[in-house]
């Protein structure tokens, strides 16, 4: 009965569509048709003369003539109808349904307050109230079906205000019987509705079943009673929205349910008191929604859309947030809070997995649900742990969410691992800068100590991930691929040696602590110089002889060539330093200071070659061979005067040294044009005459100034000489230097 009385309504619908598409349709063919007889008739008049007739041909098809321009009057009229008739037989109904219950509702309260009649005869009206709205709704049904729903809907709020104040104030029925009887008022509402085939049944039943804990709250409700009394509800309409696919009933069941679980926490004087009701209960609402939802899309076999994951995003936060707000005031122990916590996590993981392992769910939701678990593992570390254990337990997990993604090529669990190295990576520097603070440091072992394991064991989770990025290569080139397979790599560089740096400048403030020396700085600031320099030689070779990365090799470079820039003048100033405490007698040992200086000159020579190797290598160019020649010679250059001071300052001569360190240019210089002019380099030549000029200046503005006649005398006579050489070399190979260029010269002259 229910079908045919449906389909004679979708039929009558569907006449009433098609016969106002069809008048449009007759009034454009009507115009076409006339514009078309009056276009021949002038046609045939112009080519017959003005006696000639137009002959008439009967048409199988009557001509109507166009309707008259009052069509838009009657649009508007019949738009008018359908806004009045939309306004009187819909949503006044409902309206007045609502304003009914909710006077009911009113009034039942004040009687209550004011004990007008007997608990009995008011329980009684209640249900009389309901019975005779629902028998109207009945007979209504047939002719009136839509005013019909909303009386049968407004019956079932009554229904379910009643049954609870009958138990809830008045204690007429025992708890089992009013669990029966909303328990049926459920079922009720689910066949009415489907009998009906409307959700607005379902949707004002809801109303007023969700409204009936807020309309009758006191501040003192039986709390298993309310929650199960919603969970009866929830159970019901969701059940509803399942079979007729009624997604509006899922949702406000979804957020009635968790609002009136808010405002119940929060309104809550002591939530210890109705602890395990509020944490059953809660844990019965999310599973209710939880499972609907699944449910819903396992069975039907449909696809989740963005809004559906949200819902299920926020049922599941929504219950961990309450459920650790309530046992985080229910005990002091924080080992509850972290169960908790990783049951969340072990929940979430057995269901995905068991979703992935039957296929029962597209894969969206399936790495969803394991990523939600993975979420609540990942919180649960920081809630039971602390310090470095943090850092180290989201390392670990980065490398094993990283080696499933490569492993099973899913990029969600590659994303998700960088996310957890990005925490990681916070964790790990709060580490630092609480473990490195000046008040922390005396009593600490450096290398060891905890921080310092802890950090190398982040270094070795980088390095995994890296290596694995890079040998399980993702294919096409994106911002996932670029970040493990770059960035990565380059951030294990760069906190391996931070992580070794601290912990030598550790142990040089923890000695300087108990020992007290003019040359502890000098030895601190040189051992931090030194690891950088042979850190950074270590990688420029590893990439030129295994690596052979051109990006690696840039960045290499650069840090290179800033440490080099470093040790030149820092490095040997500090040395000069050690050398002058010696000199003074305030070092005893001369072994330990000239070690030191000819292993730190050893450590700059192997990064000079590194740097060259990956230069000459990776970045070949006109003006990379030209940067070399710069970098080179600058080096020897400095090594060369830093060694004729310190000899000068160990020989006594101190400050004695400005006439040695012009001739040391002027060599160099000449030197520079030799082998510019044999190995014909031409930016070789132009740094030899740079190089004179520099020279010739220094001794002009500078030497001469403070420097005896006799040292003038040799100075301006060997740095004249040298120029001359250089001059005579420039003049005898000229043709070999010049040979080429002037011939192009002569051809384009010519």
Same mark, same amino acid.
């Given at each position: 009965?229910?079908?045919?009385?449906?389909?004679?309504?979708?039929?009558?619908?569907?006449?009433?569509?098609?016969?106002?598409?069809?008048?449009?349709?007759?009034?454009?063919?009507?115009?076409?048709?006339?514009?078309?007889?009056?276009?021949?008739?002038?046609?045939?008049?112009?080519?017959?003369?003005?006696?000639?007739?137009?002959?008439?041909?009967?048409?199988?098809?009557?001509?109507?003539?166009?309707?008259?321009?009052?069509?838009?009057?009657?649009?508007?009229?019949?738009?008018?109808?359908?806004?009045?008739?939309?306004?009187?037989?819909?949503?006044?109904?409902?309206?007045?349904?609502?304003?009914?219950?909710?006077?009911?509702?009113?009034?039942?309260?004040?009687?209550?307050?004011?004990?007008?009649?007997?608990?009995?005869?008011?329980?009684?009206?209640?249900?009389?109230?309901?019975?005779?709205?629902?028998?109207?709704?009945?007979?209504?049904?047939?002719?009136?079906?839509?005013?019909?729903?909303?009386?049968?809907?407004?019956?079932?709020?009554?229904?379910?205000?009643?049954?609870?104040?009958?138990?809830?104030?008045?204690?007429?029925?025992?708890?089992?019987?009013?669990?029966?009887?909303?328990?049926?008022?459920?079922?009720?509402?689910?066949?009415?509705?489907?009998?009906?085939?409307?959700?607005?049944?379902?949707?004002?039943?809801?109303?007023?079943?969700?409204?009936?804990?807020?309309?009758?709250?006191?501040?003192?409700?039986?709390?298993?009673?309310?929650?199960?009394?919603?969970?009866?509800?929830?159970?019901?309409?969701?059940?509803?929205?399942?079979?007729?696919?009624?997604?509006?009933?899922?949702?406000?069941?979804?957020?009635?349910?968790?609002?009136?679980?808010?405002?119940?926490?929060?309104?809550?004087?002591?939530?210890?008191?109705?602890?395990?009701?509020?944490?059953?209960?809660?844990?019965?609402?999310?599973?209710?929604?939880?499972?609907?939802?699944?449910?819903?899309?396992?069975?039907?076999?449909?696809?989740?859309?963005?809004?559906?994951?949200?819902?299920?995003?926020?049922?599941?936060?929504?219950?961990?947030?309450?459920?650790?707000?309530?046992?985080?005031?229910?005990?002091?122990?924080?080992?509850?809070?972290?169960?908790?916590?990783?049951?969340?996590?072990?929940?979430?993981?057995?269901?995905?997995?068991?979703?992935?392992?039957?296929?029962?769910?597209?894969?969206?939701?399936?790495?969803?649900?394991?990523?939600?678990?993975?979420?609540?593992?990942?919180?649960?570390?920081?809630?039971?742990?602390?310090?470095?254990?943090?850092?180290?337990?989201?390392?670990?997990?980065?490398?094993?969410?990283?080696?499933?993604?490569?492993?099973?090529?899913?990029?969600?669990?590659?994303?998700?691992?960088?996310?957890?190295?990005?925490?990681?990576?916070?964790?790990?520097?709060?580490?630092?800068?609480?473990?490195?603070?000046?008040?922390?440091?005396?009593?600490?072992?450096?290398?060891?100590?905890?921080?310092?394991?802890?950090?190398?064991?982040?270094?070795?989770?980088?390095?995994?991930?890296?290596?694995?990025?890079?040998?399980?290569?993702?294919?096409?080139?994106?911002?996932?691929?670029?970040?493990?397979?770059?960035?990565?790599?380059?951030?294990?560089?760069?906190?391996?040696?931070?992580?070794?740096?601290?912990?030598?400048?550790?142990?040089?403030?923890?000695?300087?602590?108990?020992?007290?020396?003019?040359?502890?700085?000098?030895?601190?600031?040189?051992?931090?110089?030194?690891?950088?320099?042979?850190?950074?030689?270590?990688?420029?070779?590893?990439?030129?002889?295994?690596?052979?990365?051109?990006?690696?090799?840039?960045?290499?470079? +650069?840090?290179?060539? /800033? *440490? @080099? #820039?470093?040790?030149? !003048? =820092?490095?040997?100033?500090?040395?000069?330093?050690? %050398?002058?405490?010696?000199?003074?007698?305030?070092?005893?040992?001369?072994?330990?200071?000239?070690?030191?200086?000819?292993?730190?000159?050893?450590?700059?020579?192997?990064?000079?070659?590194?740097?060259?190797?990956?230069?000459?290598?990776?970045?070949?160019?006109?003006?990379?061979?030209?940067?070399?020649?710069?970098?080179?010679?600058?080096?020897?250059?400095?090594?060369?005067?830093?060694?004729?001071?310190?000899?000068?300052?160990?020989?006594?001569?101190?400050?004695?040294?400005?006439?040695?360190?012009?001739? +040391?240019?002027?060599? /160099? *210089? @000449? #030197?520079?044009?030799? !082998? =510019?002019?044999?190995?014909?380099?031409?930016?070789? %030549?132009?740094?030899?005459?740079?190089?004179?000029?520099?020279?010739?200046?220094?001794?002009?503005?500078?030497?001469?100034?403070?420097?005896?006649?006799?040292?003038?005398?040799?100075?301006?006579?060997?740095?004249?000489?040298?120029?001359?050489?250089?001059?005579?070399?420039?003049?005898?190979?000229?043709?070999?230097?010049?040979?080429?260029?002037?011939?192009?010269?002569?051809?384009?002259?010519?």
């Amino acid at each position: 009965m229910e079908n045919i009385n449906q389909r004679i309504e979708d039929l009558e619908n569907s006449f009433k569509q098609l016969n106002a598409e069809q008048g449009r349709t007759t009034e454009t063919l009507n115009a076409v048709l006339a514009e078309l007889q009056s276009l021949k008739a002038s046609l045939q008049k112009d080519a017959t003369g003005p006696q000639a007739e137009v002959p008439f041909v009967r048409r199988s098809t009557p001509f109507v003539p166009p309707a008259k321009k009052q069509a838009p009057a009657a649009i508007t009229n019949v738009r008018k109808d359908q806004l009045e008739n939309l306004i009187g037989s819909n949503i006044i109904n409902k309206i007045g349904i609502l304003v009914t219950v909710v006077g009911v509702f009113i009034g039942a309260k004040y009687a209550i307050e004011k004990e007008l009649i007997s608990a009995t005869t008011r329980i009684i009206l209640g249900y009389g109230v309901a019975a005779v709205l629902c028998l109207l709704a009945y007979r209504l049904k047939a002719k009136y079906i839509d005013y019909s729903a909303v009386l049968m809907s407004g019956s079932i709020s009554i229904i379910y205000f009643i049954t609870y104040i009958a138990h809830s104030f008045y204690h007429l029925f025992p708890q089992p019987l009013a669990f029966g009887l909303m328990l049926f008022t459920t079922a009720f509402v689910v066949s009415m509705s489907i009998w009906y085939n409307r959700k607005i049944i379902a949707l004002l039943g809801q109303v007023g079943a969700y409204a009936i804990p807020f309309l009758l709250s006191t501040g003192n409700e039986n709390l298993p009673l309310l929650y199960g009394y919603l969970s009866i509800i929830n159970i019901g309409v969701l059940f509803l929205s399942f079979k007729r696919n009624w997604k509006l009933i899922y949702q406000v069941a979804f957020g009635f349910s968790w609002f009136i679980f808010l405002a119940t926490f929060v309104n809550a004087l002591n939530l210890a008191i109705g602890f395990y009701s509020n944490l059953i209960f809660l844990f019965i609402n999310f599973i209710i929604f939880y499972t609907a939802f699944l449910a819903n899309k396992i069975i039907k076999k449909q696809l989740y859309a963005l809004s559906e994951i949200t819902i299920l995003l926020i049922n599941a936060i929504a219950f961990f947030l309450l459920g650790y707000y309530l046992i985080d005031n229910a005990f002091d122990n924080d080992h509850y809070l972290t169960l908790f916590t990783l049951g969340n996590a072990l929940f979430h993981l057995v269901i995905g997995e068991r979703i992935k392992w039957l296929k029962l769910a597209d894969e969206t939701v399936t790495l969803f649900i394991l990523g939600l678990g993975l979420t609540f593992f990942t919180v649960s570390i920081p809630i039971h742990f602390e310090g470095n254990t943090i850092t180290v337990l989201w390392a670990i997990e980065a490398v094993f969410l990283c080696y499933t993604g490569h492993i099973k090529k899913r990029e969600t669990y590659l994303i998700l691992s960088i996310a957890l190295l990005l925490l990681t990576l916070g964790s790990l520097f709060i580490d630092w800068k609480q473990d490195y603070a000046p008040d922390t440091t005396i009593a600490t072992k450096a290398f060891l100590n905890a921080n310092f394991l802890s950090s190398l064991f982040v270094c070795i989770c980088f390095g995994i991930i890296s290596s694995l990025s890079i040998r399980y290569s993702l294919g096409k080139q994106g911002l996932i691929k670029s970040v493990l397979t770059v960035a990565l790599p380059l951030a294990f560089v760069l906190l391996t040696y931070l992580c070794i740096l601290q912990e030598i400048d550790l142990a040089w403030t923890v000695y300087q602590i108990k020992h007290s020396s003019e040359a502890l700085n000098s030895f601190r600031i040189l051992s931090l110089q030194g690891f950088s320099i042979g850190y950074a030689s270590i990688w420029l070779w590893l990439n030129g002889q295994y690596f052979k990365q051109k990006h690696l090799a840039t960045i290499l470079v +650069i840090v290179g060539l /800033y *440490a @080099l #820039f470093i040790a030149l !003048v =820092g490095g040997l100033t500090e040395i000069g330093i050690l %050398r002058d405490l010696y000199i003074q007698k305030k070092i005893g040992a001369a072994l330990p200071v000239f070690g030191i200086r000819y292993g730190y000159c050893l450590l700059i020579v192997t990064l000079l070659l590194g740097i060259l190797y990956n230069m000459k290598t990776f970045l070949p160019s006109a003006n990379t061979t030209r940067l070399i020649a710069l970098v080179f010679n600058t080096t020897l250059l400095v090594l060369l005067c830093n060694e004729f001071i310190h000899w000068m300052d160990i020989g006594g001569y101190a400050n004695q040294y400005k006439l040695g360190l012009s001739i +040391i240019f002027a060599v /160099y *210089a @000449l #030197f520079m044009v030799t !082998v =510019g002019i044999k190995k014909q380099l031409k930016h070789v %030549r132009m740094g030899g005459i740079i190089l004179f000029g520099i020279t010739l200046c220094k001794v002009m503005f500078y030497d001469l100034a403070s420097l005896s006649t006799i040292s003038k005398t040799i100075v301006l006579i060997v740095l004249g000489v040298i120029m001359l050489i250089a001059s005579f070399l420039y003049n005898k190979f000229k043709d070999s230097i010049f040979g080429n260029e002037a011939e192009k010269m002569d051809e384009k002259v010519s």
